[in-house]
């Protein structure tokens, strides 16, 4: 498969635990975004990579929210002392210029956080 | 604020039927507007997608009008099927350095055989 793959796919934690889910992109796209869908609701954005730069972070993204993308290629979101109310599916998107001024957006499968 | 609203929240339609599904956008600056499928447990899938520039686009039994002045867009399925059943994403992109999508809240579309 070469599209956007995350992993894990699900994870349970305790509340006040850190999680750590992985995204590869599709290879050689160098845009990277993380969304957060709840349920009911469109994917909202978190973060955006351009290679290896964190060109941008939404106010949504409190301070125990970290994403890295060390050498431009996977990425990593970090959850720390999670809360209940972070429990959601996170989504990593892909994309490079395939049309002029257009990038697409291809998604991964998700990984779905559940906090107890 | 950048913001997209969607409707309706839900759609049930008969086999055969047409859907359309209606979006407003709040940034003039908006130049990209996409659709995604989502079906449950999935991931998001682009069906279609309009650039500004241009005022209607088709494929197939999905086509997707623009009218940049009222700031709407909508998607149209025609000759539906039960495997259209899904729920439908809108998107316009805001000008924030990069192409930050702004998601509707999404339409559950139903297709009865």
């Known amino acids: 498969d070469t599209g956007v793959s995350q992993d894990p796919r699900h994870k349970i934690t305790k509340r006040g635990q850190n999680v750590t889910f992985r995204c590869d992109p599709i290879?050689?796209?160098?845009?990277l975004y993380w969304y957060r869908q709840t349920l009911g609701q469109g994917p909202e954005f978190l973060t955006y990579?351009?290679?290896?730069?964190?060109?941008?972070k939404s106010r949504l993204l409190s301070d125990r929210f970290s994403a890295e993308r060390p050498k431009g290629s996977f990425s990593t979101l970090e959850i720390q002392r999670t809360e209940q109310g972070d429990s959601a599916m996170y989504l990593c998107?892909?994309?490079?210029?395939?049309?002029?001024?257009?990038?697409?957006?291809?998604f991964g499968p998700g990984t779905r956080l559940t906090v107890l | 604020g950048e913001n997209v609203e969607q409707h309706p929240s839900t759609l049930s339609v008969q086999e055969g039927d047409s859907a359309v599904i209606k979006c407003t956008y709040s940034?003039?600056?908006?130049?990209?507007f996409p659709w995604y499928k989502q079906e449950l447990g999935k991931r998001p899938q682009l069906i279609i997608d309009?650039?500004?520039?241009?005022g209607e686009k088709k494929d197939q039994r999905i086509a997707v009008t623009l009218n940049k002045t009222a700031k709407h867009f909508s998607l149209h399925i025609t000759e539906t099927q039960p495997e259209d059943s899904a729920v439908y994403f809108c998107?316009?992109?805001?000008?924030?350095?990069?192409?930050?999508?702004?998601f509707g809240t999404g339409t559950r579309l139903l297709v009865s055989p």
């Open positions: 998107a892909s994309s490079s210029r395939e049309r002029l001024g257009v990038y697409e957006q291809f």
């Open positions: 290879s050689e796209h160098n845009r």
């Open positions: 990579f351009q290679n290896e730069a964190q060109l941008e």
């Open positions: 940034d003039s600056a908006s130049n990209y």
């Open positions: 309009i650039r500004s520039n241009v």
């Open positions: 998107a316009a992109s805001i000008q924030s350095g990069f192409q930050k999508l702004v």
